[in-house]
């Protein structure tokens, strides 16, 4: 399955709910009004693609209805054009060290998918013909650690792991150096789930990230938060508090099957301007994907989706 298929499938709830909506709202009566654009505006923040986003639209489609009236006026297409103006303002690409290792640290609230993410990323390494290690650094989960080496031994992927309570710091330490004998690729660090108000959590964090940096300059390369699309605009509370903990330089948002308020990376990578990196489309190995503008938008208002979602049963 290509890429924008993957984008399309993962994205056909979201998909479904707002194109059917705008198309609605649009076909029901033949003059923009102020009730019909203030049910446009009501759709779109339902899609939790935020307040500021939706104002663009908004502005964008009153001002093609003044200048063409409603003959061919194409809401679907004008949203699709502004989100995706709007997400390829940012490099979405991980910052790769080329010929050196990268060191790439997962963080964010229990629950959003960290472990399955890191494995998945390592799987993402070897696609592309490059090496990576794991590091198990949330040691207050027992579970945690064994998932991570269930997914490396699936997957053949080496993981670097302590016991359940070891110092997370001490586990980077050991994955950083095991990384850098192998000259492997990437190191993917999967850190405990943490709220961004325990303060103790938040130092510890960052202790385990000093520590990394003595092994490898610069690291980690990357700092991605790890976002639950169904909490929808929750999230972004989370992003906005997170970023102000650690120096984030990007986004993974998990579960975008799995809601119908997909909006929300569009509304969070606008607010913290903070780049999607990669997002979830399902649960196998292959679905976590780099994000990717163009396809993201064309996913989120193809057409054909939407009718063959409104017409099944």
Sequence with gaps: MGLFQKFKEGLKKTQARIVHELKRIITRSPKLTA???????T????????MTTTSQIVAAVKKAYETQGSNGLDVVGIARREIERNLSQSDSRLQVQSGQLTVVSLVGVNGTGKTTSCAKLAHWAQ?????ALLAACDTFRAAAIEQIKLWGHRLKVDVVAGAYGADPASVAHDAVTAALARKADFLFIDTAGRLHTKHNLMQELDKVHRVIRKLAP????????VLDAPTGMNALNQAREFHKAVKLTGLIITKLDGTSKGGMAVAIQRELGLPIK????????????????????SALFDAETEENAVSAP
Excluded: W
């Design 35 to 41: 009730t019909t654009m203030e049910e446009l505006e």
């Design 43 to 50: 759709a779109l923040i339902s899609a939790d693609f935020g």
């Design 127 to 131: 696609k592309n013909g490059q090496t």
């Design 218 to 225: 610069n690291a980690p390369h990357d700092t991605l938060l």
């Design 278 to 297: 990669f997002v979830g489309l399902g649960e196998q190995p292959d679905d976590l994907q780099p994000f990717d503008a163009a396809q993201f938008a």
